[in-house]
């Protein structure tokens, strides 16, 4: 009998279905809009019907689903399977989605996890992070997520919210965080902050050739900090150091705390490239100790846009495996 | 038959042997001198006389010990139990310690751990840890050390070396710290660290009631920077309470990293007590996000001076297990 797994991404704005293969490799995959205000019931109902349809164009049905993997943005009681409101979708509170999805999809088991470390975990086991049994991931986009892995499991926390590593203070007494902390290392080197901190330096008058965008938009984006700053623009430069030198920091960070052998960074601000990649390489080698050398790699993620429903259904296998 | 575990504590100064039984109460105890300079085959050779003693007393023989643990400085190969160098002992260069001793002992089996983990375990499983199953641990001395229990194991890192917390990095571009970098934690909030800024606060000329030690002695101590806050002097105070923030912070970013039920803070240092203890977790709550409610517990080791003896031997009996 075909064993298969279905990966499932929940977004603010799209929901991604997957239909896996026993060895993890995508069969076939859709994507419906969340329409969250429709309700739990309607976009459950949808979800399910998504994965349906991918089941019957293989000729499958549910009873060849080993396990459903399910990555939703948090707050959650992961263990249970249960959202406690997301800030996008406030009919979402207290829904059991876990128990929702998998009574509509012949009731196979279920797993619900954090979207970070769902794309964490289809990292490690799936794409940069193979061969390697400690690895530390970040997603850099709106916000800064993370994910860890030791000894080849994922450290969920005492309260199943471990991993909040935009949350860590880099930076005492530093810029507020949308958090309630000062100094965050998401309110420096995020997508949104470093636009942010461009957007600062030139409301207070800095002269840059950002101020084309800015004038035009009446702001600029990360993409735009980062293609000024290839072209020379000292400003731009200085805030694109400024994110690089935050990462390294972190990197450092992390070594000294749950040691990675590689660290995995994601999301929409790698587009960027080796303008970052190279930066925070630099500033890591700068601010690390001295007393040991350190064989660290530090990377960029490799799935691209289907991580998300790789890593539900890797997870998903994983944890109902025996080895788990 | 009895079963018996030996916990061997590795100090610059002096070596503790201590004898325990199968729930790991402790039996009986020893200390030698180190005596470092006498080379690892003469220091190996009183451990050994030490625990058999101590087995001889009980009336028992190697046979009944089940398993040999012992806490060392590192940086050492704990897997294969070699030290590479020790920086008070350098005859212990490349030494194979873990077999030396098991050698000695009848060849049983003996595991070799960083002497902060086995503190660290040694609170985890019989003190201050018990019935958690995440925790994080500090210890306040010279330096900072640190060990970190994820789901009821040691994390350990790619390559041994693990939760050197430390070395987290919390004023980026701050104090030079011993190991090559700027700005960790250990550089400000170690007893070590408290002393030289109250210190350097002195030397700046700053009025304070610390000026009658620093000229009798011409230095203080941590201890005396502790008093004089508690009788009310500013620039004690101010030195206090700066350590109680950069501990503060980096307990708010362990919760962000591997969200711990419980933080432990040990070592020499929390003898301030409450002094330390109620600042720390004031300035916690100040620093902490406010978008989730959180119960982390932030308290003091409970097993004094035996805690590297009782760590060594509980950390062997774990590591021998089945259910490791």
Redesign the interface.
């Known amino acids: 009998m075909t064993k298969t797994y279905i990966g499932i991404d929940i977004g603010g704005t799209n929901i991604k279905v997957g239909l896996f293969d026993s060895p993890i490799s995508l069969l076939s995959k859709a994507s419906v809009p969340t329409q969250a205000d429709m309700g739990p019931a309607v976009v459950v109902e949808r979800i399910a019907n998504a994965a349906m349809d991918l089941l019957t164009q293989a000729k499958l049905g549910t009873e060849q689903i080993e396990a459903i993997g399910i990555g939703t943005p948090g ?1 959650a009681d992961y263990p249970n399977g249960v959202l406690f409101r997301l800030a996008n979708m406030p009919k979402f509170e207290n829904t059991p989605l876990r128990d929702m999805i998998s009574a509509k999809l012949g009731n196979r088991p279920a797993v619900l996890e954090n979207d970070a470390n769902v794309a964490c975990w289809g990292e490690f086991a799936m794409g940069a992070g193979k061969e ?3 690895m530390v991931f970040f997603t850099l986009g709106t916000g800064i997520g993370g994910g ?1 892995v ?2 080849g ?1 994922l ?11 935009g ?6 007494d530093g810029r507020l ?6 100094g965050c290392v998401e309110a420096y080197a995020s997508a949104n902050s470093t636009a942010a901190r461009a957007n600062e330096a030139l409301q207070n008058g800095e002269k840059s050739s950002l101020y084309q965008p800015f004038t035009k938009n009446g702001e600029v984006t990360s993409k735009e900090v980062f293609d000024h700053a290839a072209n020379g623009d000292a400003v731009a430069i200085d805030i694109v150091e400024g994110t690089a ?1 935050a990462l390294a ?1 972190l990197c ?3 070594l ?6 590689r660290i995995v960074f994601s999301g929409g601000m790698i587009a960027a490239g080796d303008a970052l990649l190279s930066r925070i390489k630099r500033y890591f080698n700068e ?6 050398s ?3 790699e530090i990377c960029f993620a490799t799935l691209g846009e289907d991580t998300g429903i790789i890593g539900a259904a890797s997870l998903a296998k994983h944890m109902l495996s025996e080895n788990h």
Do not use: F
Not at 256 to 261: D, K, L, R, V
């Open positions: 707050p390697i049994e400690d860890i030791s000894r499991e450290i969920t926390g005492a309260d199943y919210n471990a991993a909040e590593l949350h860590v203070i880099l930076y005492p965080c949308g958090c309630g902390q000062k030198k920091t450092v960070n992390m000294h705390t749950t040691e990675p052998a601010y690390v100790w001295t007393i040991k350190e064989t660290i």
